[in-house]
């Protein structure tokens, strides 16, 4: 029931409201005061909808399920064409998590920082990719190499279901190529 008066109190969704507060819900908001079929039932489902809605979502964020590290924060780019960049991948979680290989090698996506944002970089370096469980508590050695200068973090591929990869929502904190 949207709006039921009696003589002490109005109520507009179950708060108790005094009848100078009833005016001025009135005035503000006239479809939340109307006493009309119509209106009555066009708010009962909107209040229904919002209900199901608030008792379906999820209240907690997502709990992280990879550690991303790596053993730097800067790194020097020297005269070789690709700097080898010491990083792993952890489950925290307690559940396994497929990870997209190649050849048995974790290679990570690359985000760079540019212009006010992160943008991916895609890294190619096999054919398809295949899965690989990492158990609960399990570290894997990512295999990473810098060619540019900049401000980068990294991503982890993994498996959606068993043809579709994905990125992992969890990134590295970010680090430098100097």
């Given amino acids: ?10 109520r507009i969704f179950g708060w108790g409201l005094t009848q100078s507060q009833e ?13 009309s079929p119509m209106h009555r039932g066009l708010i009962g489902l909107v209040v229904a909808l919002a209900a199901l809605v608030i008792a379906c979502r ?19 780019l020297d ?12 489950n925290v979680s307690s559940q396994p998590i ?12 690359s985000e760079r920082w540019y212009d006010g944002r992160w943008s991916g970089l895609l890294v190619l370096t096999c054919g398809p990719l295949k899965p690989v469980r990492l158990q609960p508590g399990e570290t894997r050695e990512l295999d990473v ?11 982890v591929p993994l ?10 929502l969890e990134t590295s904190p970010a680090f430098n190529i100097l």
Wanted: glycine residues 2%; hydrophobic residues 35%.
């Fill in 1 to 10: 029931m949207a709006f039921v008066r009696n003589r002490r109190t109005s």
């Fill in 23 to 35: 005016c001025e819900v009135a005035t503000r908001c006239p479809a939340l005061a109307s006493e």
């Fill in 58 to 76: 999820d209240v907690s964020a997502p709990e992280p399920s990879l550690r991303i590290q790596t053993s730097d924060t800067n790194y020097v």
């Fill in 79 to 90: 005269r070789s064409p690709f700097r080898p960049i010491p990083a792993t991948v952890t």
């Fill in 98 to 109: 497929t990870l997209a290989v190649c050849d048995s090698i974790v290679t990570p996506l």
């Fill in 145 to 155: 190499r810098a060619s540019i200068l900049g401000r980068f973090r990294l991503r």
């Fill in 159 to 168: 498996f959606f279901d068993s043809t579709h990869q994905i990125p992992s």
